[in-house]
């Protein structure tokens, strides 16, 4: 199941693309690595698709890599007593805590967090930003706010708060049910929503135990004031632009994913970009050509992974959207932009020995023009260094370790392959030799450029380069 591409896809799970059928489909059409969204469905529900997986992983002998996304706290609105109400600008209205349906006079807000994170000139956003009001007053229970924008609330409505910074944990008691269920299940990715700071990441990574790598998911504004805290804590990252949108104006996400992503490219993070990269297709078997210039821009940005939500989960066309986005990262990919684009944004690499040969297997790769690089790692490191260079050529990732194997799914330019670590010079060379035969990265006469560890076996020893025929 080799790509001919770099760049991975991320498709998400739903009532869409949940029979053994559809999941294969999406597997054939190009989907990397499979969402299960934790805001929707039950647990056992989840549990059929795990399941679904892991014997689709056996049958292609492939790696698959599963991501469970956390819903997080969800602050909404509370019952109005007469159904929907329309807000007219300039009209002041109060929120307060009481759990009475509202009226025309006050609406409930069952979160006293926001009492407490309130402050004048505070901004409240209801229903994706539909709704704007400004908070004039508030008390310990009470907030009086002018509409600015005006519009229809409703009940249960969602609430963003894109200037304040609201106290309040990312791991809700469902979402640590959840986060344990997953854990059971073997998921492979945990992502956490609504990260604000670093402590965020830390609180969940205690969680998982290393049972999982830790995603952090930025669609806070707050998020982006610690953001090179919270990538160097997190093991991969979410540009999570439908939040992200609401909170912060149109114009200021676009620069913002560029910042997010070359931030990850630097300190060697995975980072997906996603929401509403092909949302036309929820309905339409072909997306726009503006959709199709947004997923072309994530992949010249540099992103390891480009995300489906809504369109491969819940849409009409789950198999043609993946198709579609599998067909633009090759066209992006194969425009010679991309490729000076990459090596551009290239930083220097750290005075370390591990870095020093990584950059080595970059340059010798193109020298030579090998037709791979292969990395032997057991935690997964030594294959993130060779894709923080973008070779042109791919990675093939031998290890071990069936989670790295899994994880590594999501990394750019990575094919990796669960298998034995090897156990002297020539094993290496040869076994690296005989797999990118097999994996159909190398034919013969071509040359590989390797990387290993001595002692074999030995985490984080990235000390050796070979360059093998084939």
Same mark, same amino acid.
């Given at each position: 199941?080799?790509?001919?591409?770099?760049?991975?896809?991320?498709?998400?799970?739903?009532?869409?693309?949940?029979? @053994?059928?559809?999941?294969?489909?999406?597997?054939?059409?190009?989907?990397?690595?499979?969402?299960?969204?934790?805001?929707?469905?039950?647990?056992?529900?989840?549990?059929?698709?795990?399941?679904?997986?892991?014997?689709?992983?056996?049958?292609?002998?492939?790696?698959?890599? !599963?991501?469970?996304?956390?819903?997080?706290?969800?602050?909404?609105?509370?019952? %109005?007593? &007469?159904?929907?109400?329309?807000?007219?600008?300039?009209?002041?209205?109060?929120?307060? =805590?009481?759990? +009475?349906?509202?009226? $025309?006079?006050?609406?409930?807000?069952?979160?006293?967090?926001?009492?407490?994170?309130?402050?004048?000139?505070?901004?409240?956003?209801?229903?994706?930003?539909?709704?704007?009001?400004?908070?004039?007053?508030?008390?310990?229970?009470?907030?009086? *706010? $002018?509409?600015?924008?005006?519009?229809?609330?409703?009940?249960?409505?969602?609430?963003?708060?894109?200037? %304040?910074?609201?106290?309040?944990? @990312? =791991?809700?008691?469902?979402?640590? &049910?959840?986060?344990?269920?997953?854990?059971?299940?073997?998921?492979?990715?945990?992502? %956490?929503?609504?990260?604000?700071?670093?402590?965020? !990441?830390?609180?969940?990574? &205690?969680?998982?135990?290393?049972?999982?790598?830790?995603?952090?998911?930025?669609?806070?504004?707050?998020?982006?004031?610690?953001?090179?805290?919270?990538? $160097?804590?997190?093991?991969?990252? =979410?540009? +999570?632009?439908?939040?992200?949108?609401?909170? =912060?104006?149109?114009?200021?996400?676009?620069?913002?994913?560029?910042?997010?992503?070359?931030?990850?490219?630097?300190?060697?993070? /995975?980072? !997906?970009?996603?929401?509403?990269?092909?949302?036309?297709?929820?309905?339409?078997?072909?997306?726009?050509?503006?959709?199709?210039?947004?997923?072309?821009?994530?992949?010249?940005?540099?992103?390891? +992974?480009?995300?489906?939500?809504? $369109?491969? *989960?819940?849409?009409?066309? @789950?198999?043609?959207?993946?198709?579609?986005?599998?067909?633009?990262?090759?066209?992006?990919?194969?425009?010679?932009?991309?490729?000076?684009?990459?090596?551009?944004?290239?930083?220097?690499?750290? +005075?370390?020995?591990?870095?020093? !040969?990584?950059?080595? *297997?970059?340059?010798?790769?193109?020298?030579?023009?090998?037709?791979?690089?292969?990395?032997?790692?057991?935690?997964?490191?030594?294959?993130?260094?060779?894709?923080?260079?973008?070779?042109?050529?791919?990675?093939?990732?031998?290890? /071990?370790?069936?989670?790295?194997?899994?994880?590594?799914?999501?990394?750019?330019?990575?094919?990796?392959?669960?298998?034995?670590?090897?156990?002297?010079?020539?094993?290496?060379?040869?076994?690296?030799?005989?797999?990118?035969?097999?994996?159909?990265?190398?034919?013969?006469?071509?040359?590989?450029?390797?990387?290993?560890?001595? @002692?074999?076996?030995?985490?984080?020893?990235?000390?050796?380069?070979?360059?093998?025929?084939?």
């Amino acid at each position: 199941m080799r790509r001919a591409r770099f760049t991975k896809i991320v498709a998400t799970l739903g009532p869409a693309s949940s029979s @053994p059928e559809r999941l294969r489909a999406l597997f054939e059409a190009g989907a990397d690595v499979f969402r299960l969204n934790f805001s929707h469905g039950t647990q056992d529900d989840h549990k059929q698709r795990v399941d679904l997986l892991r014997a689709m992983e056996k049958h292609y002998k492939h790696p698959i890599a !599963i991501l469970m996304d956390l819903q997080g706290p969800k602050l909404r609105l509370g019952a %109005l007593a &007469k159904g929907p109400m329309e807000l007219k600008k300039g009209q002041h209205i109060r929120l307060d =805590m009481d759990a +009475a349906p509202g009226t $025309e006079q006050r609406v409930p807000l069952p979160h006293p967090e926001i009492f407490k994170a309130a402050k004048s000139d505070g901004i409240l956003l209801i229903d994706d930003g539909k709704v704007r009001l400004r908070i004039t007053q508030h008390t310990e229970d009470t907030i009086d *706010a $002018e509409v600015e924008v005006e519009g229809t609330i409703s009940d249960r409505k969602g609430v963003n708060l894109p200037n %304040l910074v609201v106290p309040l944990s @990312p =791991m809700t008691p469902k979402d640590r &049910k959840d986060l344990d269920y997953g854990l059971s299940l073997g998921v492979d990715w945990v992502a %956490l929503s609504f990260v604000q700071h670093a402590h965020d !990441i830390a609180e969940l990574k &205690k969680l998982v135990a290393g049972r999982a790598a830790v995603m952090a998911k930025l669609e806070k504004p707050a998020a982006i004031e610690h953001l090179d805290e919270i990538i $160097e804590q997190s093991d991969g990252i =979410m540009v +999570a632009r439908g939040d992200l949108g609401v909170e =912060m104006p149109p114009e200021a996400v676009p620069p913002l994913q560029k910042r997010i992503l070359a931030a990850c490219r630097i300190l060697g993070r /995975p980072a !997906i970009v996603a929401t509403q990269m092909l949302e036309s297709m929820v309905h339409s078997p072909t997306p726009t050509r503006a959709e199709a210039s947004d997923v072309a821009t994530a992949v010249y940005d540099g992103a390891d +992974a480009v995300m489906l939500s809504a $369109e491969s *989960a819940s849409g009409d066309y @789950p198999i043609e959207a993946v198709t579609i986005m599998d067909r633009i990262i090759r066209s992006a990919e194969g425009d010679p932009l991309y490729r000076r684009l990459m090596d551009a944004s290239r930083r220097e690499p750290e +005075a370390t020995t591990a870095d020093a !040969i990584s950059a080595a *297997a970059r340059q010798c790769a193109h020298t030579l023009s090998a037709a791979a690089i292969v990395t032997y790692t057991n935690t997964g490191s030594t294959t993130l260094r060779a894709a923080r260079e973008r070779p042109d050529v791919g990675i093939l990732c031998l290890t /071990p370790n069936l989670n790295t194997a899994r994880r590594m799914t999501l990394t750019w330019g990575v094919h990796p392959v669960h298998a034995e670590d090897a156990h002297s010079f020539a094993d290496m060379v040869q076994r690296a030799v005989r797999i990118a035969r097999q994996q159909k990265l190398a034919e013969a006469g071509q040359r590989l450029v390797i990387t290993a560890g001595v @002692p074999f076996g030995t985490p984080g020893a990235t000390n050796i380069l070979r360059i093998a025929y084939v």
